[in-house]
């Protein structure tokens, strides 16, 4: 099955400032990447996602890169701003016989963006 | 559509007491996933149901555990009977078919077992 790390478990940056946080899978068979966003309180929510047959992403200050030999992918975030603190979650999936994929989450990376 | 609606919100029980946790997925959405969210173990997934059949329960910790899902617009997660180390907040999702749908997440429900 499929193994996802995450790192940092926290990360702490000044408003303005870049954060990236990164994921390695251990199945080379896994095509698809989403990042959830979870705030306070609140629940998870898909704010990109990336599928293997490109190696980069982007969405406004967001983007995503995906290196499939090395078999991780990271989250960048640019000009960084203080409603972007939450909590962040890769996923990768588990490839199953019956052709659908169930997402393994990483361990959550925490995000603190200081004014 | 309203979203994946949960309930309820919050649940505080006692240690041995039996717990029901309710979800309504989106509907048109075939899949529906329950999961789990504590801070040591982050988010786990327990079951998960493709047009109302359980299709994997291995991440299901304990026969203590037990999901149904008699519609397509309902499930349970029961807890049975419920220990203090049961307490997080458990989550119900649901997507579309296909390998790359986005999961909707509802809003959680935040049990505490004393």
């Known amino acids: 099955g499929e193994n996802v790390e995450q790192h940092p478990s926290t990360l702490s940056v000044q408003e303005g400032d870049s954060a990236v946080i990164k994921c390695t899978y251990s199945d080379s068979a896994s095509n698809y990447f989403p990042w959830y966003k979870q705030e306070l309180g609140k629940r998870p929510q898909l704010i990109i996602d990336?599928?293997?047959?490109?190696g980069e992403k982007k969405d406004q200050r967001i983007a995503v890169t995906l290196n499939k030999t090395a078999k991780h992918f990271s989250l960048h975030i640019t000009e960084t701003q203080p409603e972007d603190s939450a909590v962040y979650f890769c996923a990768a999936p588990t490839p199953i016989n019956t052709g659908f994929q169930k997402l393994v989450f990483g361990t959550g990376t925490r995000l603190l963006v200081s004014p | 559509d309203a979203g994946v609606i949960q309930s309820p919100r919050h649940e505080v029980t006692e240690m041995g007491q039996e717990v029901t946790l309710r979800c309504k997925p989106i509907s048109g959405h075939d899949y529906l996933f329950w999961y789990r969210q504590t801070m040591m173990r982050g988010l786990e997934l327990l079951i998960y149901f493709n047009n109302n059949v359980p299709i994997d329960d291995s991440g299901m910790p304990e026969d203590r555990f037990s999901a149904k899902m008699p519609n397509a617009s309902f499930s349970t997660l029961k807890i049975q009977p419920s220990e203090p180390r049961d307490s997080a907040v458990y989550f119900c999702?649901?997507?579309?078919?296909?390998?790359?749908?986005?999961?909707?997440f509802g809003q959680g429900t935040r049990l505490t077992v004393v």
């Open positions: 999702a649901s997507s579309l078919p296909g390998q790359r749908s986005e999961a909707f």
């Open positions: 990336i599928r293997s047959n490109v």
